[in-house]
């Protein structure tokens, strides 16, 4: 299976966006490329144990995106590459920062939420600061 989906049930974000914004990022970290099957929607039911009717709300979106098809009685594909994707070594690259930063928050006493806002901040402040 490509894609291994996962819902939190405590994030305040709807279970289907969940799964939509899940695809997003696969396909834009490259980790999903066009003809891609998606898992059927009774897979992906079972596997995060929601309701079908959430994983087909979150299909119907990820079509409306322009980010899957469904291809009826052969499932749901991706239709869409990522523009430049990253090579696999920089993301592991990356992916060490990063988990060497969380190591630093937590020994500074941040939670995952916390760190969550640290990093959404600092996002936005050197986004802002690009953009002038």
């Keep these: 299976m490509l894609i291994h989906f996962t819902v939190s049930p405590s994030s305040g974000v709807p279970p289907y966006l969940q799964l939509v914004h899940q695809v997003e990022q696969a396909v ?5 490329t066009r003809g891609d099957r998606l898992p059927t929607v009774k897979e992906v039911a079972r596997m995060v144990a929601v309701n079908p009717n959430t994983v087909l709300k ?3 979106e990820l079509e409306h995106k322009g980010l899957a098809q469904g291809r009826p ?3 749901t594909f991706v239709a869409a590459e990522a523009a430049d994707p990253i090579p696999e070594a920089r993301l592991r690259e990356l992916q060490q920062l990063l988990a060497g930063w969380v190591h630093s928050a937590r020994a500074a006493g941040l939670d995952s939420e916390g760190m969550t806002g640290l ?5 936005h402040d050197t986004t802002s600061r690009e953009a002038e």
Excluded at 28 to 32: A, E, I, K, Q
């Design 28 to 32: 834009r970290l490259g980790h999903l």
């Design 58 to 60: 979150a299909y119907r």
């Design 73 to 75: 009685g052969r499932g």
């Design 119 to 123: 990093f959404t901040a600092a996002l």
